[in-house]
C-alpha cells in the first residue's frame, strides 16, 4: 500500500471512531435525558367484566390496553366477575390502574346530578363512593353544589352546562360508548310492556301495566349477569336494585314520563326551599303483617345517614334532620335548596321495618335472605347465582297484575337467547347483544315469531374508568392523550353493530338526555394516535432507549 492509501486508511479509522463515539454520545444523552425527565410510566391492569356478562366492555380494555402498548407502556386487560369487579373499585383499598364499567339511564338519573354531583363530586370520592375515579377539582365541586342549589330549572341548565365543560376538558373517565336498550319479550303470553329509555322492560311499572294472555301469571325474566346483593344499605348495581324496588317501597316512584307519582307517600308539600313536609300513605303494612310508620320512615333515612351509605351519600348529604311532626307526617329539613330532593331522594330511599333493622348489630354485613319490606312482592327465596323468586304481596295497596315472577340467572347471552327460543323465559332484564338482536329481527325460519323485539334509547353509559390518585392517571396530559387512543368507531360500528351512540373523553350526560346535554362540549371523541403522541410529548413525556414511555420531570 503506498502512501496515499495508507493515509486514506488512517482517516476512514478516524472517521469511524468519531462515528461511534458521537452515537454513544447520542445514546448516552437520550438516555440521560430519559432518566433526568422522570421515572417510566407504571404498569398499568384495565379491569373488565368477563365477556360472558358484558362482551363489548371486555374487548374495549382489549383494545385500549394494546393502544397502550404500542405508545410504550406496559398494560394489561383483566377479565373478572362483575361482583369482584365491584368490590375492588368501591374497596378502601384505591388498588386498582382502571376499569370499564357502566352507569345504566335509571329513570331518576335523566336529573343531572347523578352525574355530575354524585359519581365527580370530591365528597364522594372516599371508599364506597361513586366517584370511584377519585376524582377531585375545587372548581368543579363549586358547579356540582350550586347547580343542586339553583331552584330555577333554566339558570341550573347553565350550570349543569358549564360542569360538563369542565368534565370534558379534565377528562376524569373515557365514556366508550352508550348502547341502545334492545329488549324482547314473549308477546303470545304477555303485553302492554313499555321499554323506559335506561330502564328497559324490567322497570317498576311492568308488574302494574303488563297483561297475561294465558294461564300463566308469573313472569320469568332472564339475567346473565348475578345480583351482586339484596341488602339495600349494601347493594350497588343494577341488577340488585331492579328488584330491591319491587320489594321495598319508596316515598315517591317516578313515572314513565319522568313525573313524580305519590306513592308510599300520599302527598307532600315544599313548605320552603328547605322543608319538605311528606305525608305517609295510610294503611300500609310490611310483608310480616306489621303497620308501615312515619317511625319507619325517619328510622330508615337516619339509618342510612348514619351508617354512611356512600352508594346514595350525594342524595342523603342535603339533609339536616328528619322529623316527625304528626300521626303521619314526617318534615325534611335541608341544610340547603336541593332542586332534585323529589326527584332523586325522596325517590330512590328504601322504607325499611325498624322492627326489623334496629336490632341488627351490622345492618351494611347483613345478608338480608328473608328480606321484609312493604312492596309490591315479597322474597320467596334467593339462591346467588341462580335465581331470585317473589310473589305477589296481596297486601298492596295498589297489588300487581302478575301472581309473581323469577329472576333467573343464566351464565351467558346465549344461554339467554336459547330460553328465549324454547320459551322457558318470557322477557330479559337487560339489552341483547347486538348479534342476537339481529337474530330476532331476522327471524329465520320463524323461531322467533313469538317475540316481540323492542328498543329505547339508553341515557347512561359505559366508560373507562381511571384511577387519578396513581400515575399515570393523575397526569392530565396522558388522560387527554389516552381518550385519543379509543377506537369509539369500533365500539359501536363493530361491536354494538350500531345499536347505540359513540362515546368521547369526559363525557357524562349523553345526547339521548336532550334538555341537560351540552352538544357544545368540546369532547375528545377521535381515535388518533398520532395526536395521542402529541400531546404526550409537548405535556414533557418522553421515550427511553428501551421504547417505555417515561413520565414528564416533576
Known amino acids: 500500500m503506498n502512501r496515499s492509501g495508507k493515509r486514506q486508511a488512517w482517516l476512514y479509522f478516524v ?41 363489548v366492555n371486555y374487548e374495549m380494555a382489549i383494545e385500549v390496553a394494546e393502544e397502550l402498548q404500542k405508545l410504550g407502556v406496559d398494560a394489561t386487560a383483566q377479565p373478572i366477575d362483575f361482583a369482584v369487579l365491584l368490590d375492588t373499585i368501591y374497596a378502601e383499598e384505591y388498588d386498582y390502574d382502571a376499569y370499564t364499567i357502566g352507569w345504566s339511564g335509571r329513570i331518576e338519573r335523566l336529573d343531572p346530578d347523578m352525574f355530575i354531583h354524585s359519581i365527580n363530586h370530591s365528597d364522594n370520592a372516599n371508599a364506597g363512593g361513586n366517584n370511584t375515579n377519585r376524582y377531585r377539582n375545587p372548581e368543579f365541586d363549586a358547579l356540582a353544589d350550586a347547580q343542586r342549589q339553583e331552584m330555577d330549572i333554566d339558570k341550573r341548565r347553565e350550570i349543569v352546562f358549564e360542569a360538563q365543560k369542565m368534565l370534558a376538558e379534565d377528562v376524569p373517565h373515557v365514556t366508550l360508548y352508550s ?66 324496588r319491587l320489594i321495598y317501597d319508596k316515598l315517591v316512584r317516578l313515572s314513565p314520563e319522568i313525573e313524580p307519582v305519590p306513592w308510599a307517600a300520599s302527598e307532600w308539600d315544599i313548605v320552603s326551599d328547605t322543608e319538605i313536609d311528606v305525608v305517609l300513605r295510610e294503611g300500609m303494612t310490611f310483608h310480616d303483617g306489621e303497620p ?8 330508615s333515612y337516619e339509618l342510612f345517614i348514619n351508617e354512611k351509605v356512600e352508594y346514595f351519600a350525594s342524595f342523603l348529604a342535603p ?13 325534611f329539613t335541608l341544610k340547603y335548596p336541593y332542586a332534585p330532593f323529589i326527584m332523586n331522594t325522596l325517590a330512590q330511599i328504601p322504607i325499611l321495618p325498624k322492627h326489623v333493622w334496629e336490632n341488627i348489630e ?58 328465549l327460543e324454547l320459551g322457558t323465559i ?10 342476537h338482536t339481529e337474530q330476532i329481527e331476522n327471524n329465520e325460519g320463524g323461531k322467533y315469531d313469538h317475540l316481540e323485539l323492542t328498543e329505547a334509547q339508553d341515557t347512561g353509559f359505559f366508560y373507562l374508568g381511571l384511577n387519578l390518585e396513581k400515575p399515570p392517571f393523575n397526569n392530565k396530559a396522558f388522560r387527554v392523550a389516552l381518550a385519543h387512543l379509543v377506537d369509539y368507531d ?28 351540552n352538544p357544545e362540549v368540546p369532547i375528545y371523541d377521535t381515535y388518533d394516535p398520532e395526536r395521542a403522541r402529541e400531546i404526550l410529548e409537548e405535556a414533557g413525556f418522553t421515550w427511553n432507549a428501551q421504547g417505555k414511555l417515561v413520565m414528564p420531570e416533576e
Open 179 to 244: 348502547r341502545a336498550n334492545m329488549q324482547t319479550y314473549n308477546k303470545e303470553r304477555f303485553s302492554d310492556l313499555i321499554n323506559i329509555p335506561g330502564e328497559g322492560l324490567f322497570n317498576e311499572w311492568t308488574p302494574f301495566r303488563i297483561k297475561p294472555l294465558t294461564d300463566q301469571t308469573t313472569l320469568r325474566v332472564a339475567s346473565n349477569v348475578n345480583i351482586d346483593d339484596i341488602n339495600p344499605l349494601s347493594s350497588k348495581s343494577v341488577y340488585g336494585w331492579r328488584n330491591l
Open 15 to 55: 472517521l469511524a471512531i468519531a462515528l461511534l463515539l458521537t452515537t454513544l454520545s447520542v445514546g448516552s444523552a437520550q438516555a440521560s435525558a430519559a432518566e433526568g425527565a422522570g421515572e417510566v410510566v407504571p404498569s398499568v391492569t384495565i379491569l373488565s367484566s368477563l365477556p360472558e356478562s358484558n362482551m
Open 490 to 517: 369500533l365500539a359501536l360500528d363493530v361491536h354494538l353493530n350500531g345499536y347505540g351512540a359513540r362515546g368521547g373523553g369526559g363525557l357524562v350526560i349523553v345526547a339521548a338526555n336532550e334538555f341537560w346535554h
Open 319 to 331: 339533609i339536616d334532620t328528619v322529623e316527625i311532626t304528626g300521626d303521619n307526617t314526617v318534615r
Open 292 to 299: 308501615v310508620t312515619v317511625e319507619d320512615v325517619k328510622f
Open 362 to 419: 351490622n345492618p351494611a354485613n347483613y345478608d338480608n335472605l328473608d328480606a321484609i319490606g312493604s312492596g309490591p312482592f315479597k322474597m320467596v327465596r334467593f339462591q346467588t347465582g341462580e335465581e331470585l323468586v317473589v310473589e305477589r304481596f296481596d297486601d298492596y295497596f295498589d297489588p300487581p297484575i302478575i301472581d309473581g315472577y323469577i329472576f333467573q340467572i343464566f351464565a351467558s347471552p346465549e344461554g339467554v337467547l336459547s330460553a
Open 426 to 435: 318470557d322477557m330479559v332484564s337487560y339489552d341483547l347483544v347486538p348479534a
